[in-house]
């Protein structure tokens, strides 16, 4: 049995929440110097040089990569084998958020009810997801999701029979659809089998991941490496001004479902890709 | 092409803007997003005035961070344009000339603009650290109370845009 404080989770929390804001990591960095290299369109050259340089921008100048800080999703791997002393836990996660967001100067993106619309003035509450863990360790991933591109997801419901092109042509209407609004070049987490709510969890995790991080399911690797081609022969490119770069990274998460059922995930993200993760 | 323009935009000058060209706006343009438009689209359907003069002026849709001591604004990006079209086209009647944001659209809106001889820019979304760097000035202007959505009044040099939709109906985001 470990003992882990809460104000521990606090603080790691509220520390994660402004460095990923200021601060891309490395491998979506390099992702998108890459991109420069490929990208045919002169316009779409341009573009990339004008993330590059506000990357460059955010970190000397302290300003966040993009105003839109998210709303913060957190994936919580609780340790079975810890013990957590102080406050429940949902509200030391919330607290980091909230210290996080005010002193890294975040933008507070969060309203309490969807419905009357009042801003919660501090980005909390975060939307927390929880899993027990063999160990006696907590891993606490940060990924802030903006909603330009949380907007342009979706689950779909297929059918058996509609089989692996069923998922690829979900996937690329989804893609298209999505457009300019998710600020490409975008990275796209899809997930697939589970239930309605399992595999949109899948996709969410999926983007987590390193960008293009292959799978290590063949026929899921070969999927994935399918489907960036084929986005990127979409023609949407850098902005949506038209290009060859429309994704940098396409991960896909697989897991069993229902005799019945074929659920597919996409959740979209820009090239503002966050995340990070912390072990305590 | 390439135009620098000075604000307040004329008419004349938003009939030169053609959809892919580089624009360079110096001048005063007022960001408003989601809740704030709803809020003039309401207070324009109960006959009130708005809390700033739409005639010849560009809406920026933009939601900042807050600035540090010594920054003018924080990071100061484009927003999704779609989710104003419901307000906009009430919008372009009142002499709104121009929006600044990204993505595509509605009919409805492309319509409005030819009709009253508007243009729509679209700036890069997530630079919103470069961007900032082109705002000199920033004040809430209206609407306080709804923090990173109140109104500002901004005072830009040489925002970099491009012409996504021009006063003729055509569309970037088709051309491709
Ligand atoms: S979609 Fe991403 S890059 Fe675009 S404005 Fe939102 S958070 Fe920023």
């Known amino acids: 049995m470990k003992i882990i404080e809460s104000v521990q989770i606090t603080e790691a929390v509220k520390e994660m929440c402004i460095e990923v804001n200021y601060k891309l990591s490395e491998d979506m960095h390099e992702a998108l110097r890459q991109a420069g290299e490929r990208e045919e369109s002169a316009l779409g050259v341009q573009i990339l040089e004008q993330l590059e340089q506000n990357m460059k921008i955010a970190a000397e100048s302290k300003i966040p990569i993009c105003q839109d800080t998210g709303m913060t999703v957190v994936f919580m791997q609780i340790g079975q084998d810890v013990r957590i002393e102080g406050d429940y836990i949902e509200d030391a996660v919330n607290e980091g958020i909230r210290r996080g967001y005010k002193e890294g100067y975040l933008r507070k993106s969060v309203v309490g009810d969807p419905i009357f619309r009042k801003n919660t003035e501090d980005n909390t509450p975060g939307v927390i997801h929880y899993e027990i863990v063999p160990g006696d360790k907590i891993k606490i991933t940060v990924a802030p999701k903006g909603f330009g591109s949380e907007n342009m997801s979706r689950v779909i419901m297929l059918k058996p029979a509609d089989g692996i092109t069923g998922v690829k042509q979900a996937v690329l209407e989804t893609v298209k659809a999505a457009g300019a609004n998710a600020c490409p070049p975008m990275v796209i987490g899809v997930g697939i089998g589970g239930t309605f709510e399992k595999c949109a969890l899948l996709a969410k995790k999926a983007l987590t991941r390193k960008v293009a991080s292959y799978s290590d399911i063949p026929y899921v690797r070969e999927l994935e490496k399918e489907l960036l081609d084929e986005i990127n022969g979409l023609g949407i490119g850098p902005a949506g001004f038209g290009g060859t770069v429309t994704a940098v990274g396409l991960n896909i998460e697989t897991c069993p479902t229902h005799i019945a059922g074929l659920p597919v995930a996409v959740n979209i993200c820009c090239h503002v890709n966050r995340h990070i993760t912390r072990v305590l | ?176």
């Open chain 2, 1 to 176: 092409m390439e135009h620098h323009i000075r604000m307040p935009l004329t008419k004349d000058k938003v009939k030169e803007l053609k959809a892919g060209d580089y624009v360079y706006i110096t001048g005063t343009l007022y960001s408003a997003r989601d809740a704030a438009h709803k809020r003039m689209y309401e207070s324009l359907e109960k006959g009130e005035v708005l809390p700033f003069p739409l005639e010849n002026q560009i809406i920026y849709y933009m939601g900042p961070t807050p600035g540090r001591e010594g920054q003018v604004i924080g990071s100061a990006g484009p927003t999704t344009s779609g989710r104003m079209d419901k307000y906009t086209p009430c919008l372009l009647n009142q002499g709104l000339c121009g929006m600044i944001g990204k993505g595509k659209r509605s009919e409805e809106v492309l319509s409005g603009m030819k009709q009253n001889t508007a243009v729509y820019f679209a700036a890069v979304g997530g630079a919103g650290a470069l961007l900032s760097k082109c705002i000199k000035k920033s004040e809430v202007i209206a609407y306080e109370d709804l923090g990173t959505e109140a109104v500002r009044k901004l005072y830009a040099e040489n925002f970099p845009v491009i012409v996504a939709a021009d006063s003729e109906g055509n569309d970037i985001y088709d051309i491709k």
